[in-house]
């Protein structure tokens, strides 16, 4: 009598097509990959960030470097596994319980829901899924979208940097310019050059900051340094700097010797010049922070640097 009533109930239990341990197999799939996709995603990202920091770096990478995404991978399919697993054993439960029901002749009288309920509810589970995935999806294109506009703005960034640095004025040379009579050493112990002829050549007009420093080698130590503020315009222009070794004799005998004298210096000391344009509004709009950071610490490209020997001779009684 039991394997009678029991025949029928399973024709019943498959009449869709479809058993239902079968479709919450397919509920569990559904939302396995739902799940374990991102999952997935996020911990590779996880992975790859820790093998460049402290494996790789900016180095080029090995051939079998892509294996540190296998443990998400591994992650991904076990996500998608257990869940159909769960919806399996969930579906076979209620295949059970629904044979017995029938079996005991209960009816729909014990509270459980109908197989046309479960088969309902199945389909909403899926169609949950597939919101939740293209949600999921959406939110992946939106951030791919956000992202490829930052690279396309730092990529424009980048070019306006640039085109910066071939356009702004750089250091062409620098000649040292002696006075046309040099002192007489008798009387005031100094001869001297006159000052620095500072060849700047660009494209780019507007305000510059200019610094010097002269600085003696054998105690390194800065005797003469000045800066200024210009306004150049397009094309090649020449910088005169003056250099003054009254102050470097002085400033000699006070850092160098203490105060002391009796002293004839004769040597050549190198004249450091750099040049760095000062940047408007617009501009500091348009490069990259990373760069303007540079810029401050002294470290961009967009400073020219140069330098030159500066004959030096002087007499400190």
């Not at 257990?82 to 009816?107: D, P």
Request: charged letters at 25%; proline letters at 4%; glycine letters at 10%.
């Amino acid at each position: 009598m039991a394997g009678e009533l029991a025949r029928p109930l399973r024709r019943r239990v498959t009449t869709l097509g479809m058993s239902l341990r079968a479709l919450y197999s397919l509920v569990g799939a559904t939302w396995g990959a739902v799940i374990g996709a991102p999952a997935t995603i996020l911990v590779g990202g996880f992975l790859l960030g820790a093998a460049w920091l402290f494996a790789f770096g900016d180095d080029p990478w090995p051939v079998g470097s892509g294996l540190v995404l296998l443990p998400a991978l591994m992650l991904g399919v076990a996500i998608f596994v257990v869940a159909a697993g769960i919806g399996y054993r969930y579906g076979a439960r209620r295949e059970a319980r629904l044979r017995m029901r029938r079996t005991n002749e209960q009816g729909e009288t014990d509270g459980a829901p109908t197989e046309a309920t479960l088969r309902r509810r199945a389909v909403w589970l899926i169609g949950l899924a597939v919101l939740v995935g293209l949600i999921e999806v959406g939110a992946v294109s939106a951030l791919e979208r956000g992202q490829q506009a930052e690279r396309e703005r730092a990529a424009e960034l980048r070019a306006n940097f640039d085109r910066l640095v071939e356009q702004r004025h750089a250091i062409a040379g620098i000649d040292i310019v002696l006075a046309r009579s040099a002192e007489a050493v008798a009387e005031t112990g100094i001869r001297r050059p006159s000052q620095a002829a500072i060849s700047l050549s660009g494209e780019r007009a507007g305000d510059y900051g200019v610094a010097w420093e002269l600085r003696e080698t054998l105690h390194d130590t800065p005797l003469l340094v000045g800066e200024r503020r210009l306004t150049l315009a397009r094309g090649d222009t020449t910088v005169l700097v003056p250099i003054d070794m009254r102050t470097v004799r002085e400033r000699y005998r006070s850092e160098v010797l203490s105060g002391r004298g009796g002293v004839l210096v004769e040597s050549e000391w190198p004249l450091r010049v750099s040049i760095r344009p000062l940047l408007s509004g617009e501009e500091t709009q348009s490069l990259p922070r990373s760069e303007l950071q540079n810029l401050r610490l002294g470290m961009s490209a967009l400073i020219s640097e140069a330098e030159a020997p500066v004959p030096v001779y002087f007499r400190i009684d």
